[in-house]
């Protein structure tokens, strides 16, 4: 195994803020003492009323409810904004990277930012939002939309960022469920050379959603829109008249920050409710203690806005810690697989954060495309989004980073807020695909499927025993489901849906999700979304979708569709239905297999067994990967779909 341990580098070890004797103590401290360590981490912020209590959350039923710093009063547009301003006032905030490599980039000094925030805030107020507000915010990655976010968080709006990828119906589900009653948007996006056509998707969602009352839509390719009198209102126009100073509004730690809606196993996507203070704190924390910012360092993290890595470490962490965050608006690999790399060397880029995805996608285009750039200005290197293998993890140390940057593998979820196992650059020796450690305050444990704890090495589910001040606050709307779906599994504990492996060291190795959930390039995608979608459409009977290995995507949505008993199978039909699924949801569900299975394997109560369709996607086909087919109401079934398989 020693071959498998990459120590600290020597830089790292001398001049990280933390090592690993300091690690271990913070962490032991963060769980003996939680209040004395809690509240001296609320220190990093401004607060305009201090809190005096840390944790107030219980995760029996009952009195369950999350609660952080509950008397203290703050404003995190203030925290990401005005107070840099005196220090560093003219240090670029947000560098911005075309989709168009010709195109030059932009930048934006905190003094910037803070008159584009207020101003964005002002034209937000005259538009009618209040505080409390829903806005949804649909846009592509330029640096209006991190504007819009400050700007929500300025005014105590509550944002809800609908990533650019999504369908009008997806839109449409996700505005109508919080009300919003402001949309903000663009004329279009641009990505990879092509344009979405974002304000058009906003026309069709809102022919499905009574409750917006205002467009707002950004000017960002000047492409042909249609715009509703009354409605409709350009930024560009509406920001010519609007003052660049907004009094920031006075936020509880317990008001709503944002909604951010993820797929899970059940029902319809839910919207995660992150609050003020603990969420903000959570944000900055972990992005000083995984990335260890210093001032001059340009970070890039390469993911989108959509996504909660984006509002974690694009926008809210990063800004907080007054860093220079990259902004890209485009693709890893366009016009060419050294895209990325060309960035970093244009822009000098210190800490590249991106997913595993993207790294195996660009490894299999040879290594050509990295060593054509220097990449010196590179000293650490991050994933996220799903578990890295060991192959892509090397590469990445080995090839880009030429041995001298520790590689950040952080586990976290939407629901956590930030980082929750990954290494300290300075502090965590490393081993190939495992985040190896928790963060202060996190408490994780592996239980068995009876919820049995199990110590010392072992593998399981992953839970956590209490609470961390950037953990979800509620389902929008239902917070009963919010209990339900997390923490009844285990009771008192926090589920996460993963599984896990520990070993000898302590270090976790995340196995991938053990519910129904699957990632696609490190997106999350319920099976029923996926399920709901299919049976939609008027020719199909009964649908089943599971996750199944994928070269690139990690893994690869695998559908199992019966017909209606009068129609018949085609490739006509087939391409249809993965039509039918990218118009319902988006292109990032579309299914990469399609099988049309004449029966589904149930058992005598009708209960459709995953297991097995999970196994036959997977190639696993012998009787004995098959495992027990007798509870099955008609066995035949299962000989018929090995037969059929479509990969
Ligand atoms: C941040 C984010 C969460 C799910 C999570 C897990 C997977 C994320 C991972 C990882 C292994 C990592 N995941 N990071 N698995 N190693 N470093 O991705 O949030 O979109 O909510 O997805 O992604 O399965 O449960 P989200």
Redesign the pocket.
Known sequence: MSQDLFPVPPEWRANARRNAESRAAEHARSLAEPDAYWLEQAQRLDWITPPTRADESSFAEGDFGVRWFSDGVLNVSVNCIDRHLAERGDTVAILWESDNPAEAPRRYTYRQLHAEVCRFANVLKSAGAKKGDRITVYMPMVPEAAFALLACARIGAIHSVVFGGFSPEALAGRITDCDSTIVITADEGRRGGKTIALKANVDKALDLSACVQKVIVVQATGGAIAMRDGRDIWYHEAAADAASDCPAEPMQAEDPLFILY?SGSTGKPKGVLHTTGGYLLWAALTHELCFDYRPGDIYWCAADIG???GHSYIVYGPLANGATTLMYEGLPNWPTPGRIWQIVDRHAVHTLFTAPTVLRALMKEGDGFVTATSRASLRLLG??????NPEAWRWYHTVVGEGRCPII???????TGGAMIAPMPGATDLKPGS?TLPMPGVDPQIVDADGKVLEGAAEGNLVVTRAWPGLMRTVWGDHDRFFQTYFTTYPGKYT???GARRDADGYYW?T??VDD?I?VS???MGTAEVESALVLHPKVAEAAVVGFPHDIKGQGIYAYVTLNADEDPSDTLRQDLVKWVRTEIGPIATPDAIQFAPGLPKTRSGKIMRRILRKIAEGEVSAQALGDTSTLADPAVVENLVRNRVV
Not at 383 to 388: D, L
Not at 409 to 415: G, I, S
């Open positions: 993820t996504w909660v890595t994933t996220v989004g799903e578990p890295i593998d952080t586990w976290w979820q939407t629901e985040a996460t849906g993963d995340i991938g999700r959930v990632n490190g997106h999350r």
